[in-house]
């Protein structure tokens, strides 16, 4: 009896320990793919991202991270195929949203930022960085609504004022 309840649990942990390598071997590549990108080597974040798409080409985490890479290469509208391609294949998922609402932010296309950040916020309500950027994005309508009140024929006085004070809480 106490040699079966040394086996199971020793067999258990060896089992598990075989069955479980292969997922630390991939969530090394994430980390790898993660930490080359944040050291600015995007060539090497492409290659160990290219590497692991050719043999799983659906997984939306690496497709994330290639997104990202695409983005710091300054292939933006790559990028944006890849997070648009992302947002219908898994609508559930938050980031791909977040992402693309940022990229459509920086050009400017503010009303299809707020719509992907409320996408976004559909699928995690309580997704911290969609919340700061829907919150940077409302910043940012409020003080070009404050200029646009400062430059009409009857400006309002405190609008420039307004638009003012707000500058140094946006994002650069």
Request: no cysteine; hydrophobic share 35%.
């Amino acid at each position: 009896m106490s040699t079966r309840t040394v086996r199971t649990p020793l067999l258990s942990l060896l089992l598990w320990g075989l069955v479980g390598l292969p997922l630390l071997a991939r969530a090394d590549v994430y980390d790898d793919v993660e930490r080359s990108l944040r050291n600015g080597q995007l060539e090497r974040a492409e290659q160990l991202s290219a590497r692991h798409l050719q043999e799983r080409p659906q997984d939306p985490q690496m497709r994330l991270l290639s997104s990202r890479i695409q983005e710091a290469r300054g292939h933006h509208e790559q990028a944006r195929e890849t997070l648009q391609a992302l947002t219908q294949e898994y609508p559930e998922l938050p980031e791909p949203h977040n992402n693309l609402a940022v990229l459509h932010a920086r050009e400017g296309r503010l009303q299809e930022a707020l719509e992907g950040l409320q996408r976004a916020l559909q699928a995690r309500p309580d997704y911290t960085q969609a919340l700061e950027n829907l919150g940077d994005l409302h910043l940012s309508l409020a003080r070009q609504a404050y200029q646009r009140a400062a430059r009409t024929q009857q400006p309002s006085p405190s609008a420039a004022r307004k638009a003012e004070a707000l500058a140094p809480l946006l994002p650069r």
